[in-house]
């Protein structure tokens, strides 16, 4: 097997502060990938992924990341924040079938967390995905393994 490829990356990442307690970042990447030349040699005979763009890469990805931080009296911190992160669709496998495309999908995050006065600990309640969005990260075929 032997693979040569084209790519091309753009990231552009912007931050925000509105005051002491706020924290806006946002960002956007674009990336263009092709296989300029890529043969696979398998038992039933070679396949040809040349012109194919890369398998689990989005051409398009973005995020926006809010934060606010609240000093207490104590000289403690109380910070919420709320990540979301946007990715295209993608081919999830090198098959290129289109039962294989990751859907874009959009992934938000909320987070709370105390951070002790004297900074010697931090205490956070999370929560991963929470517009339960359901999305395929990976896709694998075993049926001629």
Known sequence: MRALSIRARFE???????????L???GYGYTKTEFDEFISQQPGGDID??????PNVPETTAFIDLRYT?????GAEFEIATDWNYADDYFVDLNYFPDNI????TIGNLYLRYHSADGQ?????????VANEEYVVNRRDFSNA
Not at 12 to 22: H, I, K, Q
Not at 70 to 74: E, G, K, M, V
Not at 102 to 105: A, H
Not at 121 to 129: D, F, I, M
């Open 102 to 105: 990751g859907e874009s999908r």
């Open 24 to 26: 806006i970042r946002a």
């Open 49 to 54: 992924y040349s012109g194919q763009e890369f």
């Open 121 to 129: 600990w931090t205490a956070s309640l999370y929560s991963r995905n």
């Open 70 to 74: 609240n000093p207490l009296a104590s």
């Open 12 to 22: 552009l990442e912007l931050t925000y502060l509105p005051s002491e307690n706020w």
